[in-house]
């Protein structure tokens, strides 16, 4: 094949392609800074001393400012992207049973796996499916820091037009 260059576009899963009961290790992990919490929760308009002000946090019972649980869920949807849903995605349909079940710090380091729950074909949009999946976070340590449940709106293969655009 001289003078051919094969060619691979980078994306998600197309619906066939998801597994009900595959687990995902999305790397690489992402280490939490204190200038990310501050970051985020400023730019969210959310004040709370919590995240933003270390004398206050180191009075309370962590004793040291907690990354934003938004910044984790956020760190947490958006490690699985490129593995899961880039450019496959027609729309992020809902979050539930969000839970943040031990605190993360900055200098922890957020890992996140996604487990494929459930799937089935959109009974309104042909050509696309709907994806249930179940993020967790893990720090550094292996501790669960936070879960989340996800049901996405993504594309079968014949229906996808994405080449084109």
């Given at each position: 094949?001289?003078?051919?260059?094969?060619?691979i576009?980078q994306?998600?899963?197309f619906?066939?392609?998801?597994?009900v009961?595959?687990?995902?290790?999305?790397?690489?992990?992402?280490?939490?800074?204190?200038?990310?919490?501050?970051?985020?929760?400023?730019?969210?308009?959310?004040?709370?001393?919590?995240?933003?002000?270390?004398?206050?946090?180191?009075?309370?019972?962590?004793?040291?400012?907690?990354m934003?649980?938004?910044w984790?869920?956020?760190?947490?949807?958006?490690?699985?992207?490129?593995?899961?849903?880039?450019?496959?995605?027609?729309?992020?349909?809902?979050?539930?049973?969000i839970?943040f079940?031990?605190?993360?710090?900055?200098g922890?380091?957020l890992?996140?796996?996604?487990?494929?729950?459930?799937k089935r074909?959109?009974?309104?949009?042909?050509?696309?499916?709907?994806?249930?999946?179940?993020?967790?976070?893990?720090?550094?340590?292996?501790?669960?820091?936070a879960?989340?449940t996800?049901?996405?709106?993504?594309?079968?293969?014949?229906?996808?037009?994405?080449?084109?655009?």
């Open positions: 094949m001289a003078g051919t260059t094969r060619e576009v994306r998600g899963l619906f066939e392609e998801f597994e009961g595959v687990r995902y290790r999305h790397q690489p992990g992402r280490t939490a800074t204190e200038a990310d919490n501050v970051l985020f929760s400023t730019l969210t308009m959310n004040a709370q001393p919590l995240h933003l002000d270390a004398a206050f946090s180191a009075e309370q019972p962590f004793g040291q400012r907690l934003n649980s938004m984790t869920l956020a760190v947490m949807v958006g490690s699985s992207v490129s593995q899961l849903t880039l450019g496959t995605l027609v729309a992020q349909l809902g979050l539930s049973g839970e079940t031990h605190p993360l710090f900055a922890d380091t890992y996140t796996e996604t487990l494929i729950v459930s074909l959109s009974a309104s949009r042909a050509g696309q499916g709907l994806v249930t999946m179940q993020h967790t976070g893990r720090n550094q340590h292996g501790v669960e820091v879960t989340a996800r049901v996405a709106l993504v594309w079968c293969s014949e229906a996808w037009n994405g080449a084109s655009s």
